[in-house]
């Protein structure tokens, strides 16, 4: 099993920023990549950045490219989502996922995930 606890959530107004962390243990050797997916009110639940724990390789949604950053820290088994130039849409709950492999058209699989933190944008 893998946990997953994100942290760094809150309220910023339109244009602030904010740093989201994810916290990974139990059996992570057995993971490939960490994804962020949001869900707003209202709205599906969507991807948003994804990072595999080897390789230099990152993946954003269209709508956070420019603005948001995914990095992470081996040391620590934790995966960071920096999130710059925030705007009201971006109001959501954010989750962090684990994957286990890629799916045959090259998509990361996730099967873990976090029970997600709140981030708040006013306007």
């Known amino acids: 099993q893998v946990q997953l606890v994100e942290s760094g959530g809150g309220l910023v107004q339109a244009g602030g920023s904010l740093r989201l962390s994810c916290a990974a243990s139990g059996r992570t050797f057995s993971t490939y990549a960490m994804g962020w997916f949001r869900q707003g009110p209202g709205k599906e639940r969507e991807f948003v950045a994804a990072i595999p724990w080897r390789g230099a390789r990152t993946d954003y949604a269209d709508f956070v490219k420019g603005r948001f950053t995914i990095s992470r820290d081996n040391a620590k088994n934790t995966v960071y989502l920096q999130m710059n130039d925030l705007k009201p849409e971006d109001t959501a709950v954010y989750s962090c996922?684990?994957?286990?492999?890629?799916?045959?058209?090259?998509?990361?699989?996730?099967?873990?995930w976090g029970r997600g933190t709140q981030v708040t944008v006013s306007s």
């Open positions: 996922a684990a994957a286990l492999k890629l799916t045959p058209d090259l998509k990361y699989q996730y099967d873990y």
